[in-house]
T-cell receptor, first 114, second 115 residues
């Protein structure tokens, strides 16, 4: 398995633009998580899905952020409009119910909003 | 609420020296604890985990960690550090206590290795 795949690896955008981050979880994993990593706040859970259904989005910072999981193999995190304070590394992770290995993380998307 | 504290932001050790990274957690019941490592520009890789049983757990890359309930700690150790161990290390606890819970991460400890 290729692991959790995120795209793009780097994204530079101007303030006010829409940004879409993409994630392909490991096949067969039924949980998918979106985390944001910043120097100030560390790793924060934004939202997670179970069987494509959003379970907890209490970590989503505000209405500018939205996430979808239209099927078991694809999820998006969208920011509209983007702001400079959204600059961070966004990680996607997946795991399987009952799995002993915990989460598998993607390599992340480094977002810079200028 | 569950929380994880890693008191050391940055540690520097000499290659070949021993290493201990501290982690304290806050949780009322038996926690599910994890250590992850993040190399620059990479995602997080699981080093080891504790769910139950033997309180000394072995992980990959020669790391081990010991769960001490009385001290609410889960410190990571390695007897002899290699230059390739330079990375950032994150301790995490599973929210809601189960292995199925979401992970709450500490702020991380950055490890530098001197030649």
């Amino acid at each position: 398995d290729a692991g959790v795949i995120q795209s793009p690896r780097h994204e530079v955008t101007e303030m006010g633009q829409e940004v879409t981050l993409r994630c392909k979880p490991i096949s067969g994993h039924d949980y998918l998580f979106w985390y944001r990593q910043t120097m100030m706040r560390g790793l924060e859970l934004l939202i997670y899905f179970n069987n494509n259904v959003p379970i907890d989005d209490s970590g989503m910072p505000e209405d500018r952020f939205s996430a979808k999981m239209p099927n078991a193999s694809f999820s998006t995190l969208k920011i509209q409009p983007s702001e400079p304070r959204d600059s961070a590394v966004y990680f996607c992770a997946s795991r399987i119910t009952g799995g002993a290995e915990g989460y598998t993380f993607g390599s992340g998307t480094r977002l810079t909003v200028v | 609420a569950q929380s994880v504290t890693q008191p050391d932001i940055h540690i520097t050790v000499s290659e070949g020296a021993s290493l201990e990274l501290r982690c304290n957690y806050s949780y009322g019941a038996t926690p599910y604890l994890f250590w992850y490592v993040q190399s620059p520009g990479q995602g997080l890789q699981l080093l080891l985990k504790y769910f139950s049983g033997d309180t000394l757990v072995q992980g990959i890359k020669g790391f081990e960690a010991e769960f001490k309930r009385s001290q609410s700690s889960f410190n990571l150790r390695k007897p002899s550090v290699h230059w390739s161990d330079a990375a950032e290390y994150f301790c995490a606890v599973a929210r809601y206590g189960g292995s199925q819970g979401n992970l709450i991460f500490g702020k991380g400890t950055k490890l530098s290795v001197k030649p």
